[in-house]
Structures are given as structure tokens and as C-alpha cells.
């Protein structure tokens, strides 16, 4: 199972932080994340999104550990970050997307084994057939040894991304069919409690 560093900083250029990551070749794929404009018409104006953020991809979680004092010292900014174990979920027409939904439900759920289950078995296929998706990944929770410095750790109930070809296509999803079904759905889940963000971006390689 591949694992994802999440890095969200509220302030930096995410034009500089992809030169200061070009070098930072531990990681599997590196992207970099930038706030764009997607209307959800089930989540009215949206959230607000930090200024970027980081995601790093490593087979293992003992490499993702090593990168660490590297990828600090590349982006050396105040930062929330997250380590997680990544589900990845088949799509019609996969692809590298220039456009990202990024989702996190901070949590708490009262059960989160039942929760993780219903979202996997029932929310997760109908996101896979979003119109025009390109790509489907969800993050679980777990346990590891976060950094000291800069970056301050946060632990997620789950976090989520479907990509797209541009915001666009990404705001064609939200409106459609499929999208409905998924917020008929969300009615339907386990009980949780807290925050769930929305985050529409830019998606870029350094």
C-alpha cells in the first residue's frame, strides 16, 4: 500500500514552493496544489483554501519518514502536515489531472471502522463515476512519527481527491447527476462529527 505526506501551508507562492520541491527526488510523485475557482452548487461559496498544498508519495512509510528533513528543509514554511495510507480506486478514463477536489473530514466519527466501511463499499464508486474523472484516491489514518519544527502534525478521519482535466470539468461533476447521488449518500453515513472541507485546486509537478 503507497503512502501520502500531506503538506498545507496558509502562506507561500506555490510557483516557488514547485522550484524549492524540483530537487526533492525521495518521493515517488510529488504535486503541488493551488487554489482555484470550481462552484459545488451543494456547498454554496466553498472553503477557504490555504495558499498551497503539498503532496508526496512514497511505497513505504519508513521512506516517507527518511524524506522528511529533506522536504522540510525544501519548504521550510509554517505548515499542518499528515502522513496517510492511500486507497486507490479505478476510473473510466484515467489520467493526470490539472484540477483537484481535495476533501477532509476532520472528524470525529462515533465508529470509524463503520464509517471507513460504508465510504469505501458505497461513496467510493459513486465518485468513480464522476463525469470525466481522472483520477480517484482516498486516505486513511494512521500512525507515524511526525516531524518537529515548522510543520505542526494533524490527524484526519479520512481525506479524498478526484482530479480532473481543469475546473471546468471540474464544476461539469459537481453539477451532475452523480454528484446528487453522492450528497444523498453523505445523508446516509455512519455518525461523525466535525469539520468537512472542500477544496477545489490547481494541481501541478514540480
Known amino acids: 500500500m503507497p503512502f501520502c505526506l500531506f503538506v ?4 507561500g507562492d506555490p510557483a516557488a514552493a514547485r ?3 524540483s530537487g526533492a527526488r525521495a518521493a515517488e510523485r510529488l504535486l ?3 487554489p482555484a475557482a470550481a462552484r459545488d452548487p451543494f456547498l454554496g461559496g466553498g472553503d477557504r483554501a490555504p495558499a498551497l498544498v503539498v503532496q508526496a508519495y512514497f511505497a513505504g512509510l519508513d521512506e516517507l519518514q527518511a524524506a522528511l528533513p529533506a522536504l522540510q528543509e525544501s519548504l521550510p514554511l509554517p505548515a499542518s502536515c499528515e502522513a496517510m495510507a492511500v486507497r486507490r480506486f479505478a476510473v473510466p478514463q484515467p489520467g493526470a489531472g490539472g484540477c483537484s477536489y481535495l476533501v477532509r473530514y476532520a ?3 462515533d465508529d ?6 460504508h465510504y469505501l463499499e ?3 464508486p459513486l465518485m468513480a463515476a464522476l463525469p470525466g474523472i481522472r483520477e480517484l484516491e482516498v486516505y486513511l489514518p494512521l500512525d507515524w512519527d511526525a516531524p518537529a519544527g515548522p510543520w505542526r ?4 478521519l479520512q481525506r479524498n481527491k478526484v482530479a480532473f482535466d481543469g475546473p471546468g470539468a471540474l464544476e461539469a461533476a459537481l453539477a451532475s447527476p452523480v454528484r446528487a447521488k453522492m450528497r444523498a ?3 446516509a453515513f455512519p455518525a461523525y462529527r466535525g469539520e468537512v472541507s472542500h477544496l477545489p485546486m490547481l494541481s501541478f509537478e514540480p
Open 19 to 21: 522550484r524549492a520541491l
Open 153 to 156: 502534525a494533524v490527524r484526519s
Open 8 to 11: 498545507s501551508c496558509d502562506s
Open 112 to 117: 470509524p471502522a463503520a464509517w471507513h466501511a
Open 185 to 187: 449518500d453523505f445523508a
Open 32 to 34: 503541488v496544489h493551488a
Open 107 to 109: 472528524g470525529p466519527a
Open 122 to 124: 458505497h461513496h467510493a
